[in-house]
């Protein structure tokens, strides 16, 4: 069983950054991967970047350029470093885990993934 459990939600101004953390426990797998989604209230969930054990990454074109995946050691560990935010990045943020190995890249469909954590809410307001 993995728990996944987020940290680092804030409220930031406009231009703003912030780094998200989600530990992660119980992760036994060899091949896996870890992603980042968001959900705005209205909204669908949103996969804005994954990573896998072979630290291949996958982006969103919203976050492109702005937002980093990266991951701590012993597949313990997951950031998600946000900076230039904007209003439109106001959401609930999830990370998710499965364990599974992507020919094609870590996806960031939500359907892919079997272990959520809680979230972590992020407000962008001026």
């Known amino acids: 069983q993995v728990q996944l459990v987020e940290s680092g939600g804030a409220s930031v101004q406009p231009g703003g950054s912030l780094r998200l953390s989600c530990a992660i426990s119980?992760?036994?797998?060899?091949?896996?991967?870890m992603a980042w989604f968001r959900q705005a209230p209205g909204n669908e969930p949103e996969g804005i970047a994954a990573?896998?054990?072979?630290?291949?990454?996958s982006y969103a074109d919203s976050v492109k350029g702005r937002f980093t995946i990266s991951q701590g050691n012993a597949k313990s560990t997951l950031y998600l470093q946000m900076n230039s935010l904007n209003l439109e990045d106001t959401a609930m943020y999830y990370c998710a885990v499965e364990g599974a190995y992507y020919n094609g890249g870590p996806p960031l469909e939500e359907y892919e993934y079997s272990y959520w954590g809680q979230g972590t809410q992020v407000t962008v307001s001026s």
């Open positions: 990573i896998d054990n072979e630290g291949t990454t």
């Open positions: 119980g992760n036994t797998y060899i091949n896996y991967c």
